[in-house]
T-cell receptor
Framework: AQSVAQPEDQVNVAEGNPLTVKCTYS??????LFWYVQYPNRGLQFLLK??????LVKGSYGFEAEFNKSQTSFHLKKPSALVSDSALYFC????????????FGSGTQLTVLP | IAGITQAPTSQILAAGRRMTLRCTQD?????MYWYRQDLGLGLRLIHY???????GKGEVPDGYSVSRANTDDFPLTLASAVPSQTSVYFC?????????????FGQGTRLTVV
């Protein structure tokens, strides 16, 4: 069965500093990996995805993520955090080549301190 | 504005009552999904539909049913609500059901079963 782990419930970072939100996954075969963001009282919004190709994926709002197959990780990063980046972030995975659906992690609350 | 509309936005429901959460999309997406979001558990898939006329069970389908009579609508029914179904429910859609495209989420329905 596929699974996603977000080991940190909460990440705090100062504005202007780099941020990392961690994600590891377990899936049979090649993974499709996604990051979504949720602002208060809103639905999830797509940030970026890895399907194939370059291991470094660039997405919306200056975010990027690096696919590391040997470590089965897909950490979300941003070089310089903004207060407006404060939100709940979800990693999701599904295996390629099947009709199974996305499995989401439990979420990481990112707080950027001014 | 294109997107997903969920109704109602919130509801307090007596245990044992029947309730249908409505979801409509105008993006002509093939796939639609229902998730529930609970603190510390992330999003869990209830039911999905890869195309009109077909549905499938997700991770937590018990107590819920869905139908997909056409492309645009994907209602979720609780036949006899129980307090454990208190949650925030999100409807989502994607262009395909194979994970190649990102999902778009509605604003959510906050349901409280008392």
């Amino acid at each position: 069965a596929q699974s996603v782990a977000q080991p940190e419930d909460q990440v705090n970072v100062a504005e202007g500093n780099p941020l990392t939100v961690k994600c590891t996954y377990s899936v049979s075969g090649n993974p499709y990996l996604f990051w979504y963001v949720q602002y208060p009282n809103r639905g999830l919004q797509f940030l970026l995805k890895y399907i194939t190709g370059d291991n470094l994926v660039k997405g919306s709002y200056g975010f990027e993520a690096e696919f590391n197959k040997s470590q089965t990780s897909f950490h979300l990063k941003k070089p310089s955090a903004l207060v407006s980046d404060s939100a709940l972030y979800f990693c999701a995975v599904r295996p390629s080549g099947s009709a199974r659906q996305l499995t989401f992690g439990s979420g990481t609350q990112l707080t950027v301190l001014p | 504005i294109a997107g997903i509309t969920q109704a109602p936005t919130s509801q307090i429901l007596a245990a044992g009552r029947r309730m249908t959460l409505r979801c409509t999309q105008d993006m002509r997406h093939n796939a639609m999904y229902w998730y529930r979001q609970d603190l510390g558990l992330g999003l869990r898939l209830i039911h999905y539909s890869n195309t009109a006329g077909t549905t499938g069970k997700g991770e937590v389908p018990d107590g819920y049913s869905v139908s997909r009579a056409n492309t645009d609508d994907f209602p979720l029914t609780l036949a006899s609500a129980v307090p454990s179904q208190t949650s925030v429910y999100f409807c989502a859609s994607s262009a395909d059901g194979w994970g190649n495209t990102e999902a778009f989420f509605g604003q959510g329905t906050r349901l409280t079963v008392v």
